[in-house]
């Protein structure tokens, strides 16, 4: 006859499992906890993924920023540098421009006469260089006295030294017909004489010398002839007047005291207008 009494299993060491329904409802709470673990760990380890990569996007956003501003600053130097080297050369080559004009002009002035006022002595002349300068025309006053000793060539005594055309600037003298030489140096001489002869109808024709003659006289007594030029003219009967143009122009080494004049053979022939004779020199 078969007994209702359950087993009993603590004689072997193992106790059976509890198969009640309260014992089973924990086991399905517990089962349910377990199982949104990982859930809950995969929710958070995202959560501090997405934190951290925010938080480097915005350490990276801010540093973006910083170099942004660095380079904008550094351009903003850069222009300000270019600016003012561009201004800087401007300003060099305004100077560069102004100091060559002005060595242009001041060469210029020294060696080309343009008179500013007719009425006074011609002033232009560089301040800078001091250089001796001088140029007479030909002047009106008798110059009868003229020296006809030498081979029938006559000295120009009167040149007009201030009036008009003329000037004498930097220490350059005039005495009786002489240029004195201030200084020693290179000078540029020059002269030219302009001959106008009344050629009356119905005479024969003549044949004219005509020299012309540039002399420098130092301490010796006796002068040097620097420059010379001759011609023979003869005229048409058929001109009234007879016209002819010698001129000189040469470089020499002058001392202080050296004196320089013009001579020329007849002096009756020789026109004396401002603009047709004259006769200068300048140091170079």
Same mark, same amino acid.
């Given at each position: 006859?078969?007994?209702?009494?359950?087993?009993?299993?603590? %004689?072997?060491?193992?106790?059976?499992?509890?198969?009640?329904?309260?014992?089973?409802?924990?086991? @399905?709470?517990?089962?349910?906890?377990?199982?949104?673990?990982?859930?809950?760990?995969?929710?958070? $380890?995202?959560?501090?993924? !997405?934190? *951290?990569?925010?938080? *480097?996007?915005?350490?990276?956003?801010?540093?973006?920023?910083?170099?942004?501003?660095?380079?904008?600053?550094?351009?903003?130097?850069?222009?300000?540098?270019?600016?003012?080297?561009? /201004?800087?050369?401007?300003?060099?080559?305004?100077?560069?421009?102004?100091?060559?004009?002005?060595?242009?002009?001041?060469?210029?002035?020294?060696?080309?006469? $343009?008179?500013?006022?007719?009425?006074?002595?011609?002033? %232009?002349?560089?301040?800078?260089?001091?250089?001796?300068?001088? +140029?007479?025309?030909?002047?009106?006053?008798? %110059?009868? $006295? @003229?020296?006809?000793?030498?081979?029938?060539?006559?000295?120009?005594?009167?040149?007009?030294?201030?009036? /008009?055309?003329?000037?004498?600037? %930097? /220490?350059?003298? +005039?005495?009786?017909?002489?240029?004195?030489?201030?200084?020693? #140096?290179?000078?540029?001489?020059?002269?030219?004489?302009?001959?106008?002869?009344?050629?009356?109808?119905?005479?024969?024709?003549?044949?004219?010398?005509?020299?012309?003659?540039?002399?420098?006289? !130092?301490?010796?007594?006796?002068?040097?002839?620097?420059?010379?030029? @001759?011609?023979?003219?003869?005229?048409?009967?058929?001109?009234? =007047?007879?016209?002819?143009?010698?001129?000189? #122009? #040469?470089? =020499?080494?002058?001392?202080? /005291?050296?004196?320089?004049?013009?001579?020329?053979?007849?002096?009756?022939?020789?026109?004396?207008?401002?603009?047709?004779?004259? =006769?200068?020199?300048?140091?170079?």
């Amino acid at each position: 006859m078969l007994s209702n009494r359950q087993p009993s299993y603590s %004689n072997i060491g193992w106790d059976p499992p509890d198969l009640s329904p309260q014992t089973a409802e924990k086991k @399905a709470q517990i089962g349910l906890k377990s199982s949104k673990c990982p859930v809950i760990i995969a929710v958070s $380890l995202c959560s501090v993924v !997405n934190a *951290a990569v925010l938080s *480097a996007g915005v350490c990276l956003w801010v540093e973006f920023q910083r170099e942004v501003d660095s380079l904008q600053q550094s351009y903003t130097k850069l222009q300000e540098r270019q600016y003012q080297h561009e /201004g800087l050369n401007e300003t060099a080559l305004q100077l560069a421009v102004e100091r060559r004009l002005t060595a242009l002009r001041e060469q210029e002035e020294g060696t080309i006469w $343009l008179p500013t006022d007719r009425d006074t002595p011609f002033r %232009n002349v560089s301040r800078r260089t001091h250089k001796p300068t001088a +140029h007479l025309t030909g002047s009106l006053q008798d %110059n009868s $006295l @003229a020296d006809d000793r030498k081979g029938g060539l006559s000295k120009i005594r009167s040149w007009e030294t201030r009036q /008009g055309l003329a000037t004498l600037a %930097n /220490g350059m003298r +005039h005495k009786r017909g002489h240029l004195i030489i201030p200084t020693d #140096g290179l000078y540029f001489i020059y002269s030219q004489l302009y001959y106008r002869f009344l050629n009356p109808p119905k005479t024969e024709s003549k044949t004219y010398q005509l020299i012309h003659y540039t002399y420098k006289q !130092n301490s010796y007594p006796k002068p040097l002839q620097i420059m010379k030029s @001759a011609r023979n003219t003869c005229w048409s009967k058929n001109v009234e =007047f007879g016209l002819y143009t010698s001129y000189q #122009g #040469g470089v =020499f080494r002058l001392q202080k /005291g050296d004196r320089i004049w013009v001579a020329v053979s007849n002096m009756s022939m020789v026109c004396l207008e401002e603009t047709s004779s004259y =006769f200068g020199a300048f140091m170079i």
